[in-house]
């Protein structure tokens, strides 16, 4: 190899190492997403999202074959569609003529799987394959499909990313081109300074909440379930809870590149936990209660109460409060630690 062909090659090896982002999203984020996929996705006897039995003349008998191998909840028929349609449990069984229906949504992901597994037992549990008949229904009505589920998730994320990459970015850039030392000369509060840039967020958040639940109603037609206004509030809620997580990211950051680091700091640990493409229900239950505190399992978790569900905005305490908490001590944390330089 050419001498000025292997000192390239090694500069170019150095530039990648002094790099901590590029580092990280090499090596550090495919295992973080690994460790936790695998942990979400691990092997063991009852699947937490469960089946819904239907109640009636022989469900008992129905829930108990299923119980060796899945969490099994006996409930009312519009439960169990309630359920299905919360993303709760990914299969519902009713039985109907002498028949067992299976109820799910084939685009979500675990239900297909739970489905032949449910048959199996039940098959081996009638004294040979195949001796119990089976049906099945494929749940196509808006709300209770996976994709109903996805969009609220998605939102979340939007509302999520824009607020803390528009934020932090344009702070810490603004930093390196040594604008806000002309800012600092002149007669602005440090307060309305860090304002101005969650008010301008709430500004686009006009913008994208009605954008993307529009595409999802028309191109895949998503329902609301609650009033728009009830959404956007809650929006408005994570956006402004996100941006002062923002501005506490790019309150002292030097560099895009620390902000990069920060930023994804904040970001993956919850875009991996919050269940945004599926449910974080998964996630052991000793993870259940610090999963629940995360700004964006609150956000997700009220969005798709009102999308999908059609809960008020007064049966949402705690994700409004989770949501609320983060903000405001983002946001004085950010009003106290802030330098212009």
Known sequence: MPEALWQLTVARFRVFLREPSAVFWSFGFPLLLTVALGVAFRTRGAPQEGVAVEAGPGADRLAETLRPSFHVALVTPAEATRRLASGSVALVLALREGAVLFRLDPTRPEAQAARLQADDLLQRAAGRRDSLRVAEEAVAAPGARYVDWLVPGLVGVQLMSGSLWGICYVIVETRQRKLLKRLAATPMRRAHFLLSFLLSRLVLVLIEVPLLLAFAHFAFGVVLRSPFAAILAVSFLGAASFSGIGLLCGSRAQNTETANGLVNLATLPM????????????????????????????????????????????????PVAVLLVWGAASFALALRWFRWS
């Open 271 to 318: 875009f991996v936990l919050s269940g945004v493409f599926f449910s974080a229900s998964r996630f052991p239950s000793f993870l259940q209660g610090p999963i629940r505190l995360l700004p964006l399992t609150a956000l997700n978790e009220a969005l798709r109460g009102l999308v999908n569900q059609g809960v008020s905005l007064a049966s949402l305490g705690v």
